[in-house]
């Protein structure tokens, strides 16, 4: 059980504002996520009850024995309260003026950064994705909608695959990129506003590869028409069966069943092994990256090549790794 408790000297109102809830409601639900069964606020005013509202927390006269102890004026993520939970003393930042906030944000948005990101979205993407989640956070937008409009960025950026012209490569390379910076915003705002859902984990998943087939085809298309061959064709549809046969293999294995947190972090189920660990990394968006190199050079449609054989073998090394689960859980 956490007990959020008045601070020496609270400094700010508990429904101070943070990343858009209150700062007292925004702990509760964070304190629901990391594990604790029960929390309640003790000794509450009116203010502290109206922003703990529908969040399942209880109201106390006094800390119930044995309870783990927190001012209610502290900002901590995920795993500060996990750490918390397990027996630590103290965790994240207190925040007692109004120039306290910026440092309890940045707290609360590192915490969104996964430890499965690939070395581009960790290093670049992630800090445009969190400065925009950053002022959406105060917002009525849904997770959802950063969604569709990733979803939209992305399919737009298909079309300018067509030209063999290096300017309008770039432009959809551009697109292409800017697609896979803001759909990072969605998980992002979803974690913040604690608006997770399944349906807005399988609209992300069915997003991202509808907007990679449509890249692919247009790849393909534009290769095409600028040799005058067929056989980009024949890549193309390489590409985009590959990418349709590794999702909805990666959908049925480990999205369709009741989940708790993300729909898709791993294709492994029980546990990493050497060849998941590289399905895992080639599942990552890095290669966005040399689309829009090779956009400035008017080459960007010959990544269909390279697609055509990339996403099979990811789909054959995901079987793999599902074949070689079973196999473990037999010989069990």
Same mark, same amino acid.
């Given at each position: ?152 960025? +992305?399919? %737009? *950026?298909?079309? $300018? #695959?067509?030209?063999? /012209? ?6 959809? !390379?551009? &697109? @292409? ?64 069966? +590959?990418? %349709? *046969?590794?999702? $909805? #293999?990666?959908?049925? /294995? ?6 708790? !947190?993300? &729909? @898709? ?66 010989? %069990?």
């Amino acid at each position: 059980m956490l007990a959020l408790v008045a601070p020496e000297a609270p400094g700010i109102a508990p429904e101070t504002v943070v990343l858009g809830l209150p700062l007292v409601r925004r702990t509760a639900l964070s304190a629901r996520r990391a594990g604790f069964a029960r929390v309640v606020a003790v000794g509450a005013s009116p203010a502290i009850s109206a922003a703990l509202a529908g969040t399942g927390a209880g109201l106390e006269p006094a800390a119930p024995a044995g309870a783990t102890l927190l001012p209610w004026n502290v900002v901590v993520d995920a795993r500060g309260l996990e750490q918390l939970l397990a027996g630590a003393a103290t965790a994240g930042i207190p925040v007692g003026s109004a120039s306290d906030l910026r440092r309890a944000e940045d707290l609360l948005l590192r915490g969104l950064v996964k430890d499965t990101e690939g070395f581009m979205s960790r290093h670049f993407d992630r800090r445009i994705s969190l400065a925009v989640s950053r002022r959406l956070a105060g917002t009525r937008i849904t997770p959802n909608q950063m969604t569709l409009v990733a979803v939209a960025i +992305g399919l %737009a *950026a298909a079309p $300018f #695959f067509l030209s063999p /012209r290096p300017p309008i490569q770039t432009v959809g !390379g551009a &697109l @292409f990129l800017l697609h896979s910076i803001l759909d990072g915003c969605d998980g992002e705002l979803a974690r913040l506003k604690f608006q997770e859902s399944r349906f807005g984990g399988a609209l992300d998943f069915w997003g991202d590869n509808l907007v990679h087939v449509a890249v692919f085809a247009a790849m393909a298309v534009g290769l095409a028409r600028s040799t005058g061959q067929h056989w980009p064709l024949w890549c193309g549809a390489s590409a985009v069966l +590959g990418t %349709a *046969a590794s999702a $909805f #293999f990666v959908y049925l /294995r480990t999205m369709r069943g009741k989940k708790d !947190g993300p &729909l @898709f972090t791993s294709v492994a189920r029980q546990g990493e092994t050497p060849l998941s660990r590289i399905v895992d990394a080639l599942s990552r968006r890095d290669f966005i990256y040399l689309v829009l190199i090779m956009s400035a050079f008017g080459k960007a449609d010959w990544f269909v090549v390279s697609a055509a054989l990339a996403t099979p073998v990811f789909f054959l090394a995901a079987v793999a790794v599902a074949w070689n689960e079973r196999r473990l859980a037999k010989g %069990a």
